[in-house]
């Protein structure tokens, strides 16, 4: 049986919608005489945790290591801080916000300058920048131990393809650079100036990544269109659009639930750049311009997924 080392950030007991790709490979990849071999990170803390997901593992051979992620450690720390301290007395409540107060605005803004630097260069290009050197090493000692036919990185975080990139460099194995999100066309870094050094640096590395890599897997036909229209100078043949699909494992017994009622459903995350105005202000003209009763027995919108407590907070104050 062939072999197939695997690396990727996101996996078990990791629920992230980012485990799942990597997970329903290693389950059917036996079944073409593909044995995957997984390097992931410790189950740390800090990470939300789905251990049903763990016996789907079993026979799987996992390779974990240490990292460093000061961008995950801090949000986790800042949320404890705030469930620790939820319970304080109305006085020292008052008391700290008095004396946050005291705080000249100047010295407030410098420290949150400050603070979002070191946290940009901490999290350059993203958050799992400080895996590779860990990552690299075990790599190596995998690929001398195992001798796996093809090396394969899952991301984001997009950190993991410059660790296939410099296992390349150093084994000379084939490599599978798998894309479940795209890197340069990623939303967030569409309000960015082009001539912004971010994006030049990210593009360098998106660029060394393609051109490295023997195969490149995208999500969607429309992402590989855009990488190869990018770079129509390299083998437009290393490119392959591989879709995600479901599990018919998952849905097998699913007894369907009829609502009796008209249902608008969103299934994902709902990240802060998503603009939801004009789909919540469409609603709300449309229920204000029918007059139905018990209109909540008739109709529902569901929102299906990870909460982002940001873009509640924005909905909030716009509605209220």
């Not at 390779?63 to 961008?71: K, L």
């Not at 008391?95 to 070191?118: A, C």
């Not at 060394?208 to 897997?217: E, I, P, S, Y």
């Amino acid at each position: 049986m062939k072999r197939v080392l695997m690396i990727t950030y996101a996996f078990p007991p990791m629920p992230y919608a980012g485990v799942y790709r990597t997970l329903r490979f290693c389950k059917y990849l036996p079944k073409f005489n593909w044995q995957p071999i997984i390097l992931t990170i410790n189950d740390y803390p800090y990470h939300k945790k789905e251990y049903t997901l763990m016996p789907q593992i079993l026979d799987v051979k996992i390779y974990r290591t240490s990292t460093i992620d000061p961008v995950k450690w801090h949000i986790y720390r800042s949320s404890r801080y705030k469930a620790e301290n939820s319970n304080l007395k109305n006085g020292s409540e008052k008391y700290n916000v008095e004396d946050r107060k005291k705080m000249p605005q100047r010295q407030h803004n410098l420290i949150k300058k400050i603070k979002g630097l070191l946290f940009s260069l901490a999290s350059f290009p993203d958050h799992a920048i400080f895996w590779i050197p860990f990552a690299t090493i075990w790599g190596l000692k995998i690929i001398i131990k195992e001798k796996p036919n093809v090396v394969y990185t899952s991301s984001p975080p997009h950190s993991s393809q410059l660790i296939g990139l410099i296992l390349k460099k150093l084994s000379n194995k084939n490599w599978i650079a798998d894309f479940r999100d795209p890197w340069v066309d990623n939303v967030y870094f569409e309000q960015r100036p082009k001539f912004n050094t971010y994006i030049k640096i990210i593009s360098l590395l998106e660029k060394l990544v393609m051109k490295n890599a023997t195969c490149v897997l995208l999500n969607t036909d429309f992402n590989r269109n855009k990488v190869t229209k990018r770079y129509p100078y390299l083998n437009q043949r290393k490119f392959e659009t591989l879709t995600n699909g479901f599990d018919c494992d998952d849905i097998r017994g699913t007894v369907v639930k009829d609502l009796n009622k008209f249902t608008i459903t969103f299934i994902g995350t709902f990240y802060s750049y998503f603009k939801t105005d004009l789909f919540l202000e469409g609603v709300k003209l449309w229920v204000e311009g029918i007059e139905i009763k018990n209109l909540s027995d008739k109709f529902q919108v569901l929102f299906i997924g990870e909460r982002n407590v940001e873009v509640e907070r924005k909905e909030a104050i716009r509605y209220c």
